[in-house]
């Protein structure tokens, strides 16, 4: 068991421009979950998976954001014409089940800048 | 809307003195509570959650958290900190409101004075 894993770990990139992170969670954890953390804030829920089912998006999630989950393995965030609001740390976590006494398992981040 | 608060954004202690961490959350609905501390370049990892039962949790490394219905808090203590405890601590609650996704507090920085 290696833990959540998640690449790149930094990303610099220029405003307008498209990046896409890719987590790897632990095996066999059903359930995987985005979050995003700026400066002097805790984690904000952004999009969770069960499985490969996407079940449910913050409405902080602008439609510039999409996340992927094929095969209920890895998953990819994507976002699309990046704004310097977007700058921030990504996280993400996977859980055995998903129910609401488990424990989530979080990966390193990916810090995103954007110029 | 469940909301959590950390007033103390930073806490520092001298080595092996006693320490509080405090957090309030403002939905009374029946809740799930969580810390979660982040070592310095590492991930968030669990210290200690409540979910029922007895109102004292405890984690392996001498943290404990006391659940206080009637304060809506979920303090964490250690009666004797070590600069190996020097990290972020996040408290989490969960329920039903929030269809039982974390809400975050914002973090609190514990600083151990040598």
């Known amino acids: 068991d290696t833990g959540v894993s998640q690449n790149p770990r930094h990303k610099i990139t220029k405003r307008g421009q498209n990046v896409t992170f890719r987590c790897d969670p632990i095996?066999?954890?059903?359930?995987l979950y985005w979050y995003r953390q700026t400066l002097g804030q805790g984690p904000e829920f952004l999009t969770y998976?069960?499985?490969?089912?996407?079940?449910?998006k913050s409405r902080l999630l602008s439609d510039r954001f999409s996340a992927e989950r094929p095969k209920g393995s890895f998953s990819t965030l994507e976002i699309q014409r990046t704004e310097q609001g977007d700058s921030a740390m990504y996280l993400c976590?996977?859980?055995?089940?998903?129910?609401?006494?488990?424990?989530?398992?979080f990966g390193p981040g990916t810090r995103l800048t954007v110029l | 809307a469940q909301s959590v608060t950390q007033l103390d954004s930073q806490v520092p202690v001298f080595e092996e003195a006693p320490v509080e961490l405090r957090c309030n959350y403002s939905?009374?609905?029946?809740?799930?509570l969580f810390w979660y501390v982040q070592y310095p370049n590492q991930g968030l990892q669990l210290l200690l959650k409540?979910?029922?039962?007895s109102t004292l949790v405890e984690s392996i490394n001498g943290f404990e958290a006391e659940f206080n219905k009637s304060q809506t808090s979920f303090h964490l203590r250690k009666p004797s900190v070590h600069i190996s405890d020097t990290a972020e601590y996040f408290c989490?609650?969960?329920?039903?409101?929030?269809?039982?996704?974390?809400?975050w507090g914002a973090g609190t920085k514990l600083i151990i004075k040598p």
């Open positions: 976590a996977s859980s055995p089940s998903g129910g609401p006494t488990d424990t989530q398992y």
């Open positions: 095996s066999e954890h059903n359930r």
């Open positions: 998976f069960q499985n490969e089912a996407q079940l449910e």
């Open positions: 939905s009374s609905v029946s809740v799930y």
């Open positions: 409540y979910l029922s039962g």
């Open positions: 989490a609650v969960s329920d039903l409101n929030s269809n039982y996704q974390l809400i």
